[in-house]
């Protein structure tokens, strides 16, 4: 049986998975990592994720699509919801991902509320929300206007900054974005 908080990222860019092992169990997830597919597939093996969140382009042979095609195909009968994750947001792309057996796309960089909406509506766990002092809270408590700040992390990441970028396109609007489309 799957554990509907239980995660699965697989995320080649080091800055990304952290951003997303730091982020994800403050809003009640437990997250495992794999760096590319073939670790994802035995991470598959091994433990029962609700959710998959799945970058397309990894390295080492195996391309998103084709793990969540694999997954897909196996034999077991509590398959995880898998979510595509990709900086890919052509139509053909899309389309793939879909027909791959993927119940949803999230294009990067994409804002935080979406992500957390997309993983919520996928494991079938209740909303929570940061509060103001940084703690979890359930949605419909005392903190509700707390739940409608953006969240901002505490640090700032090195490397690529790709991670610093999805961030900062939270603080964007839609006019400011580059291809004028929402994430």
Do not use: W
């Not at 703690?135 to 953006?150: L, M, Q, T, V």
Request: charged share 30%.
């Amino acid at each position: 049986m799957t554990d509907p908080k239980r995660i699965l990222v697989v995320e080649d860019d080091t800055d990304i998975r952290e951003y997303l092992s730091k982020l994800l169990p403050d809003f009640g997830f437990q997250v495992d990592l794999a760096a590319d597919g073939r670790r994802a597939l035995k991470a598959l093996a091994e433990i029962r994720p609700a959710l998959v969140l799945l970058d397309i382009n990894l390295p080492r042979g195996l391309s998103g699509i084709e793990v969540c095609r694999e997954v897909m195909s196996s034999g077991a009968a509590d398959k995880p919801r898998i979510v595509m994750m990709t900086a890919m947001g052509d139509k053909e792309t899309i389309m793939k991902a879909i027909e791959a057996g993927a119940v949803d796309y999230l294009v990067k960089p994409f804002k935080v509320p979406v992500l957390m909406e997309k993983l919520r509506k996928h494991a079938g766990v209740a909303p929570v929300t940061k509060t103001s002092a940084g703690a979890p809270a359930e949605r419909g408590g005392a903190d509700d206007e707390a739940a409608d700040e953006p969240f901002k992390p505490v640090r700032t990441f090195r490397g690529s900054g790709l991670a610093s970028r999805l961030v900062a396109a939270d603080d964007r609007s839609d006019a400011e974005r580059p291809d004028g489309a929402t994430p």
